[in-house]
């Protein structure tokens, strides 16, 4: 099942940076870490993954840590529909994707 | 580009019945995934199919459930014999590769499935 720890919950303020946490202190050297995200009753959209080093696409950035124990996801202008929760997944090659419970993100205005 | 489709959106069943919930895969997609997701809980992996083969059931119950993607057609998830507990979202996720570690997944909307 997921090998990673993210809190339960976090608040962000409108317009302002959401950084959400994640630890995965177990990650083994081919594993990828992706993050999800579930708007309330869709299904989840990806966001982003990398390995090593950082990553920044047109809806986050992803900062993974030289020991790759832990990484986290900048959302750097949060609006209100980035309300969702947000899982992080470390995926080994080959194997199935296992959501954990997430951090339920609320984005007050 | 269509997405990931699945139907119903919503199917309601009385104890003992049957559900099936259909998924079609985003074109070019030969690899399909089910999870399910009850009230208030994180998404549980279910079944991972390719083309006619099951390639993982890990997490699919021993009883009552069954999956499978034919040759044509969409993706069927089988349900026999419905109790409550049952009722869940049932989500599916297609990717045109399942082996490699930057496969990404693309989900449907859902199916709510409500037992009566």
């Known amino acids: 099942d997921a090998k990673t720890t993210q809190p339960t919950s976090m608040d962000c303020a409108e317009g302002r940076a959401a950084n959400l946490p994640c630890n995965h202190s177990?990650?083994?050297?081919?594993?990828?870490v992706y993050w999800y995200r579930q708007i309330h009753s869709q299904g989840p959209q990806y966001i982003i993954h990398?390995?090593?080093n950082n990553e920044t696409n047109e809806m986050a950035s992803l900062i993974i840590t030289e020991d790759r124990k832990s990484s986290t996801l900048i959302l750097p202008h949060a609006t209100l529909r980035d309300t969702a929760v947000y899982y992080c997944?470390?995926?080994?090659?080959?194997?199935?994707?296992?959501f954990g419970t997430g951090t339920s993100l609320t984005v007050i205005p | 580009n269509a997405g990931v489709m699945q139907n119903p959106r919503h199917l309601v069943r009385r104890r003992g019945q049957e559900a099936r919930l259909r998924c079609s895969p985003m074109?070019?997609?030969?690899?399909v995934y089910w999870y399910r997701q009850l009230p208030e809980e994180g998404l549980k992996f279910m079944v991972y199919?390719?083309?006619?083969?099951?390639?993982?059931e890990s997490g699919m119950p021993k009883e009552r459930f069954s999956a499978e993607f034919p040759k044509e057609g969409p993706s069927i998830l089988r349900i026999q014999q419905v109790v409550r507990g049952d009722s869940a979202a049932y989500f599916c996720?297609?990717?045109?590769?399942?082996?490699?570690?930057?496969?990404?997944?693309?989900f449907g909307s859902g199916t709510q499935l409500s037992v009566l």
């Open positions: 996720a297609s990717s045109p590769r399942g082996d490699t570690p930057t496969g990404k997944l693309f």
């Open positions: 177990t990650i083994s050297g081919n594993e990828y």
């Open positions: 990398g390995l090593k």
């Open positions: 997944i470390v995926r080994p090659t080959g194997n199935q994707f296992y």
């Open positions: 074109k070019g997609h030969s690899h």
């Open positions: 199919l390719q083309k006619e083969n099951i390639i993982d």
